[in-house]
């Protein structure tokens, strides 16, 4: 399975080293991993940029973007695998914290063995979300 990742936040903080779940930069790169597997995962593409846009003080996305790179399921388009993510996930800050149950003690395990691309059960992000569409 082949996902690829992109994140955007008008806060840029540099890496995710020392954060927790409050810092958009870490939970909404998690976000963005999570939505990209579940897109492949469903069938629905066989590569995908998910780009999430996220602002400080702002309890929502300010934008969102999806790029299969022509690979998205026959019938489909980008703008349909948009839809899906809209009525599949709620990308506010909080809701994706309680979703991907981020308070619990796991980035020591990030700090080794890095942030993706890992089957380990604590790294809810990889485990994707079955997906109505």
Known sequence: MEV?????????????????????DRTGAYAARWVAKSLVNA?????????????NGLNETIGLNVNSYGTVSRG?????????IISNFDLRPGVLVKELNLKRAIYK???????FGRSDPDFTWEIPKKLKF
């Open 109 to 115: 395990k990030t700090s080794f063995g890095g942030h």
């Open 43 to 55: 069938g629905l593409c066989k590569r995908v940029l998910v780009q999430i846009t996220y602002a």
């Open 76 to 84: 489909k388009t980008d703008k349909d695998l948009f839809d899906i």
């Open 4 to 24: 690829w990742l992109w994140l955007i936040t008008i806060n840029i903080g540099g890496s995710f080293s020392g954060k927790d779940a409050t810092k958009i």
